[in-house]
Nanobody
């Protein structure tokens, strides 16, 4: 049973930091592209960052230099370190996994999301 469970969301002031985690189970996460998506109220969902099976990372332009995607040693935990946060980072953040990058959110394995609010 494939499961992705996000945690680490919350409220933070502008300029602060949060680290999101995504616990993956029920599949070989090391063989999947993993990514973070976000969706703010009234806005389209957007891919924030991804990490491929060879470690190659990709970032949304607006988060480059501020956010870092990484995986735990066993590849079954995905992280998103968010620094120098801005109010426009406020959104529901989702973890997703697919066999290949780039991930198509609608057809990928995905979690329920964790809320991030920056004030």
């Amino acid at each position: 049973h494939v499961q992705l469970v996000e945690s680490g969301g919350g409220s933070v002031q502008a300029g602060g930091s949060l680290r999101l985690s995504c616990a993956a189970s029920g599949f070989a996460a090391s063989k999947y592209c993993m990514a973070w998506f976000r969706q703010a109220p009234g806005k389209e969902r957007e891919g924030v960052a991804s990490i491929d099976t060879d470690g190659t990372t990709s970032y949304l332009d607006s988060v480059k230099g501020r956010f870092t995607i990484s995986q735990g040693d066993a590849k079954n935990t995905l992280y998103l370190q968010m620094d120098s946060m801005k109010p426009e980072d406020t959104a529901m953040y989702y973890c997703a996994a697919e066999h290949v990058c780039p991930i198509i959110f609608e057809t990928a394995h995905r979690g329920q999301g964790t809320q991030v609010t920056v004030s």
